[in-house]
C-alpha cells in the first residue's frame, strides 16, 4: 500500500503537528519506505495468536484509593510556559 | 584512575587514595578539555556535582559509604534529575528544569554516587546513532568520524572517551546494547520491569528499560544492583526479592548451553563483525560451554512489528508536549489548536516528527486491526520463539550490531537503512528479555560487540557469562588511542 499526500496532512492534523507542503512530500517518500518495510507483517497468518499488549503478562497492579502526593502544585508550575494564580494560561477557547 | 574499575575506584576512595571531590574534579576537568571533540555531555553542573562530592566524601569519611559512594557517574538526560536541566535530546524540553528525580536516580543519589553530568542522546530516545539530538550529533572515541551508535550514544562515548567511569542508558529497541557495541563496553538491558520507569521520559513504554553503560560486567553488576528495585510508582515495576546481581560473577562456565541462532549468523551481517563473534564463541567453548544451533523463526518479523509498536506508543507517550505544563510554546499562534500544532511542529525534529505520524496512522480509525493487533501477534511470536530456544539453552549469542560503527551521516537521510541497523536487538525488547553486549574485538579500528540474551530474570548469569570472558580476554580494557 502506498499513503496519499492528503492522508499525510490529515494524519498530520491529528497528531497536531503543524505541516508544510514540502515538508509534506518529504515526509509522503519517508513513510511509504517506513510502510513497504512494516507491510512485510501482512504476510504472516496470526489467526488465533493472541495479540501480546505488554512484555510481561501480568494484570495491572491496583492499589487502595487513597492520597499518596503531596501538593506541589508551585514546582511543577514553576517550570510551566504560563501560569496564573495557580491556573495552567491557553489562549481562549470560548468567547 | 581514570582507567579503574568502579570496584577500583571505590577501593581508592575507601582507602583515601583520592577523595571523591578530586576524582570529580578530574573527571570535569577532562570533560572541559576534551568533549568539545566528542558532544557527549548536554550539561554539565559543576557546582551541583561538587556538592554531592563533598557530600560523600563526609559519608566515606564516617565509614558509612556504600560500593558506589563517591564515584561520579554519567546519567542518559532522559532521567529527571531535580534541578538538573532535563532535555531528552529535544528542543521540547530545552529549557526544561526537572522539579523531580528519577526513582533511577533517587537510587543512586541514596547510595552516595555523584552526577556528572546529562548525557547526550537521539531525540527522546528516537535513533541508532545519536545524529537525531538537538544538541547536535556525537561522535565516536573510536573514530570522530563514526557515530557513536544510539539512542545512549553519549553516554557510551562519555565512557569510552573516560569523560565517566560508567553510565546509564536506555533500551527500547537496542539503545544501550548497539552504542556500547559500537563504543566498546558492556552495556546491559535489563528483564523488562527490573528497573523502575518512573522519571525516565516515556518512549515506548512497554519496551523502553534502563540499564547500565560500563567498562566490564563487573561494574555493569554494582551499577544494576543501585538501579533495580521494585517501584510502586511505576506500574509496570515488578516486585520482587533484591538481588546481588554481582553473586554469580565467578562461576565457572563448564556446561553452559549456548544456542546460536541462525537468524543470526546468516547474511546481512558485516564478515569481520561475524568473525569476531566466532572467535569469541570459539573462547567460549574452551570455557567449556557448548553450542546448540537454535532458531528464531519469526527473527525477520521483528523490526517491522517494532515500527508498528513503539511509534503507536510513542505518539500516545508524546501526545503530552502540548506547550502547555512544561517545555517549549510557539512564540507566536492564532487559537489554541494553532499553538498545540506550532508547538509541537517547531518543538520536535524530523525523526521524532515521523515516529509520531506513523503511530498517529496505524492506531487510526480502519487500519488498527491491520497493523496495531497484528503486530502484538507477531510480538507474541516472537517471546514464543525465545520460549522455545531456552528450552535448548541456557543463553543466546550472536552479533550486536552488523556492522561496527558507521560514518555520520551515511543513514542519515535514509529512515529504514537506520532501522534495520537494529535487526539484531529489537526482538529481545519486543519479548522483554535481558540483553548484553560484551566487546568482542576490533574491525578496521573499530569495536565489535557480542550481544547476549537471557531468559527473564536471568541477569545475574548473564553477568557471570560475561564476565568470565573477560577474565580471559582484554578487549574491554582496550581504549581509544589520542584520549590525554
Not at chain 2, 343 to 356: L, S, W
Not at chain 2, 460 to 466: D, E, K, T
Request: with cysteine.
Amino acid at each position: 500500500m502506498s499513503l496519499t499526500l492528503e492522508q499525510v496532512r490529515r494524519v498530520a492534523q491529528l497528531a497536531r503537528i503543524d505541516i508544510s507542503d514540502v515538508e509534506a512530500e518529504n515526509t509522503l517518500g519517508h513513510l511509504n519506505g517506513i510502510f513497504s518495510l512494516i507491510e512485510e507483517m501482512q504476510a504472516v497468518d496470526t489467526r488465533g495468536i493472541e495479540p501480546m499488549a505488554h512484555a510481561q503478562d501480568l494484570a495491572q497492579r491496583l492499589r487502595s484509593d487513597e492520597v499518596t502526593e503531596v501538593n506541589r502544585r508551585d514546582a511543577y508550575q514553576a517550570v510551566a510556559p504560563e501560569t496564573e494564580a495557580g491556573l495552567y494560561l491557553v489562549p481562549k477557547v470560548i468567547e | 584512575m581514570i582507567t579503574r574499575s568502579l570496584s577500583g575506584l571505590a577501593r581508592a576512595l575507601a582507602e583515601r587514595e583520592i577523595s571523591s571531590v578530586e576524582l570529580t574534579r578530574l573527571y570535569l576537568d577532562r570533560i572541559a578539555r576534551l568533549d568539545s571533540k566528542f558532544n557527549a555531555y548536554i550539561t554539565v553542573d559543576e557546582e551541583k556535582s561538587l556538592a554531592q562530592a563533598q557530600a560523600a566524601d563526609g559519608l566515606l569519611a564516617s565509614g558509612r559509604g556504600g560500593p558506589l559512594t563517591g564515584i561520579p557517574l554519567a546519567q542518559k538526560d532522559i532521567f529527571c534529575a531535580k534541578g538538573w536541566l532535563t532535555t531528552c535530546g529535544s528542543k521540547m524540553l530545552g529549557n526544561f528544569v526537572s522539579p523531580y528525580d528519577a526513582t533511577v536516580i533517587e537510587h543512586f543519589n541514596a547510595a552516595g554516587a555523584v552526577i556528572l553530568g546529562k548525557t547526550n542522546m537521539d531525540e527522546f530516545a528516537m535513533g541508532s546513532s545519536n545524529e537525531t539530538s538537538h544538541f547536535g550529533a556525537v561522535r565516536n572515541p573510536w573514530n570522530t568520524e563514526c557515530v557513536p551508535g544510539g539512542s545512549s550514544g553519549g553516554s557510551a562515548a562519555a565512557v569510552a572517551a573516560l569523560l565517566a567511569p560508567a553510565a546509564t542508558g536506555t533500551d527500547t529497541g537496542g539503545s544501550i546494547r548497539q552504542p556500547a557495541a559500537m563504543c566498546g563496553l558492556t552495556g546491559l538491558k535489563p528483564t523488562y520491569g527490573v528497573v523502575s520507569r518512573y522519571g525516565m521520559i516515556a518512549f515506548a513504554s512497554s519496551l523502553d528499560q534502563g540499564g547500565p553503560i560500563a567498562r566490564s560486567a563487573e561494574d555493569c553488576a554494582l551499577l544494576l544492583n543501585a538501579m533495580a528495585g521494585f517501584d510502586e510508582r511505576d506500574s509496570t515495576s515488578l516486585d520482587r526479592p533484591a538481588e546481588n546481581y554481582a553473586r554469580d560473577l565467578e562461576k565457572p562456565l563448564v556446561g553452559l548451553k549456548i544456542g546460536l541462532p541462525k537468524e543470526f549468523f546468516g547474511e546481512g551481517c558485516d564478515p569481520g563483525v561475524m568473525k569476531c563473534i566466532e572467535e569469541a564463541i570459539a573462547e567460549y567453548r574452551r570455557l567449556g560451554a557448548e553450542t546448540v544451533e537454535i532458531s528464531l523463526p519469526n527473527m525477520k518479523l521483528a523490526v517491522p512489528a517494532y515500527y508498528v509498536i513503539a511509534p503507536a506508543e510513542a505518539s500516545s507517550n508524546l501526545s503530552r508536549f502540548d506547550g502547555v505544563r512544561y517545555g517549549y510554546r510557539a512564540p507566536e499562534y492564532a487559537d489554541l489548536n494553532d499553538m498545540y500544532s506550532k508547538t509541537r511542529a517547531q518543538g520536535f525534529g524530523e525523526e521524532v516528527k515521523r515516529r509520531i505520524l506513523i503511530g498517529t496512522y496505524v492506531l487510526s480509525h480502519g487500519y488498527y486491526d491491520a497493523y496495531y493487533l497484528q503486530a502484538q501477534r507477531i510480538r507474541r511470536l516472537i517471546a514464543n520463539d525465545f520460549v522455545a530456544a531456552f528450552n535448548q539453552c541456557d543463553v543466546i549469542m550472536g552479533p550486536t550490531s552488523p556492522t561496527t560503527a558507521f560514518r555520520i551521516g551515511e543513514k542519515a537521510a535514509d529512515p529504514v537503512q537506520m532501522y534495520l541497523s537494529d535487526i539484531y536487538t529489537i526482538a529481545v525488547n519486543l519479548a522483554g528479555l535481558p540483553g548484553m553486549a560484551v566487546p568482542a574485538g576490533l574491525v578496521g579500528g573499530l569495536p565489535v560487540g557480542l550481544q547476549l540474551i537471557g531468559n527473564y530474570f536471568s541477569e545475574s548469569r548473564l553477568l557471570n557469562v560475561a564476565h568470565r570472558y573477560q577474565q580471559v580476554t582484554d578487549w574491554h580494557l582496550q581504549h581509544p588511542a589520542g584520549l590525554d
